[in-house]
């Protein structure tokens, strides 16, 4: 940022001429040239940032935005929590990385994460540490699962996403990801999910009587199905990336009463659920069930340091040493961080904020049902999306971009999602202040009200 130009206050979002500001242009100027073409955040948010803290973060020419998609959810206590960073520095001083031998950080990290299961779970749940991404715990997960059943098939769910690895994406209801890449991982198979807004079965939402449970229920169950016991049923409690859907509580239920029946292992993806987003650590404990294998990413450090783990019942633990590796799996700063955003999230009821403020938003969005192009709001806890529809001569996804630009001039960032990106998604810290809620809402509001307008200009990115 130029020295003669006066920081804007970090607690008000404030965004100065067009975007991106000359500074950012040159950035993205620069990234364009010597970055490969699968970038996208920069093609749809068109700055290059300096700074964050707490809710919002600071480009490089100045401009100051809320920030309500941080890192993807990663950011659960928001950017540069200075209890987190100083858990971070101070461990960097003592060990940074250490494979996956037991040191003081691993050691008080899995203490903390299995102290957070519910209490039936803890004494019976092993930890396995993958490679540090979601995407890496989702190959360990059906690996692991194959390994203990000793069956290939897999049963995933249409709308869901699991990442962009080989196995992630096979069992990623995208299909234009997988087009690109023939020769995919075979035994995937999908059934509908239980989204009401596309009912899959083609039912009104009067007549549901949860329809695509049943199919899957009858499915594995009938002799003629064609899909022999398969090793493991993949589910997301909510759809994040598929639109910020959650499933009913009746289809979960069942789900898990399904899979019992068969021995067959149930996994919950909570890589963008889990660690608080949705009201309780686990979504999960939201549907009264007990999985066999928690796959969690994104926010185990609360400030975006890498780390991800499979938690699973000790009956599959039957792998072989070294079967499921990864070099960065001992990444002693996400650790001591993790341990610090635990102690942080039960001393200043975290979950509980999230509550409200998810209540609080459920009420500053609910009007805008009202409008003909908002197809529905929804959401849980932190995790909130408004899916728009089509219009005469204007499709639901250039719709949810115009909102997505309009919000990004006024000084807010949110992400878009679902089928055709029709849905604009915010995922805010789990601390989150009211005033900052209020604040986002407003300038989100405004901008779904003006959406059938045209887009407010960006610099185009090839």
Known sequence: MPSSVRPAPWNVPHVAGTLPGPRSAAFLARQEAHESRARSYPRRLPIALAEGRGSFVRDVDGNVFIDFLGGAGVLSLGHNHPELVAAAVAQFGELAHALDLPTPAKDAFTRAQLDMLPASMRDRTKIHFCGPTGANAVEAALKLCKTATGRSDIVAFQGAFHGSSHAAMAVTGLVSQKQPMPGGLPGVHFF??????????????????????????????????????????????????????????????????????????????????????????????????????????????GVGLPVAAILYDERLDVWAPGAHTGTFRGNQLAFAAGVEAIRIIRRDDVLGNVRAQGDRIAKHLAALTALPWVREVRGRGLMWGIELADLEGQSAGALAAGVQSKALHEGLIVELGGRDDRVVRMLPPLNVTSRVVDTACAILTRAVEACPARPAASAPLS
């Open 192 to 301: 509908p999910y239980s989204s009401c807004a596309h009912c899959p079965v083609g039912l009104l939402p009067e007549s549901c009587a949860t329809n695509c449970v049943t199919y899957l229920e009858r499915s594995l169950t009938d002799p003629n199905g064609g899909i022999p016991k398969p090793a493991a049923v993949l589910l997301e409690l909510v759809q994040g990336e598929g639109g910020v859907v959650p499933a009913r509580p009746d289809f979960v239920r069942r789900v898990r009463a399904l899979t019992r029946e068969l021995d067959v292992p149930l996994v919950v993806d909570e890589v963008q659920t889990g660690c608080g987003r949705t009201g309780t650590w686990f979504c999960f404990e939201q549907y009264g069930i007990e999985p066999d294998v928690v796959i969690a990413s994104k926010a185990l450090s």
